[in-house]
């Protein structure tokens, strides 16, 4: 198990930017962010693989998120610039330590951090 902390999140207004970062234990094979509104399915944000830098990102939010993995220390970033309301949810950072296909798909990540809330009012 990787151990996984969460920092970041909080309350912007619409348009606005916020930063959420998550710090990694050992050898991390690919890293992820995903977020779970009330009532909803956690959902994929964006995921980045170690080994080339490969990103993916959720449709909905291409353009104004930008993942990043500083690998030295490896500490995840997710920079979410164009806030909507609709991004308002609980944030978690999620990671492997093996391979895995299904970026997108929870159920293949085997780490989680407990979570940061972004809340963007209108």
């Known amino acids: 198990q990787v151990q996984l902390v969460e920092s970041g999140g909080g309350s912007v207004q619409a348009g606005g930017s916020l930063s959420l970062s998550c710090a990694a234990s050992?050898?991390?094979?690919?890293m992820a962010w995903f977020r779970q509104a009330p009532g909803m399915e956690r959902e994929a944000v964006a995921a980045v693989y170690t080994s080339d830098g490969t990103t993916y990102y959720d449709d909905s939010v291409k353009g104004r998120f930008t993942i990043t993995l500083y690998k030295p220390n490896n500490t995840l970033y997710l920079q979410m610039n164009s806030l909507k309301p609709e991004d308002t949810a609980v944030y978690y950072c999620a990671a492997n330590r093996n391979y895995a296909a299904r970026w997108y798909d929870a159920a293949t990540y085997r780490s989680w951090g407990p979570g940061t809330q972004v809340t963007v009012s209108s």
């Open positions: 050992g050898y991390i094979y690919r």
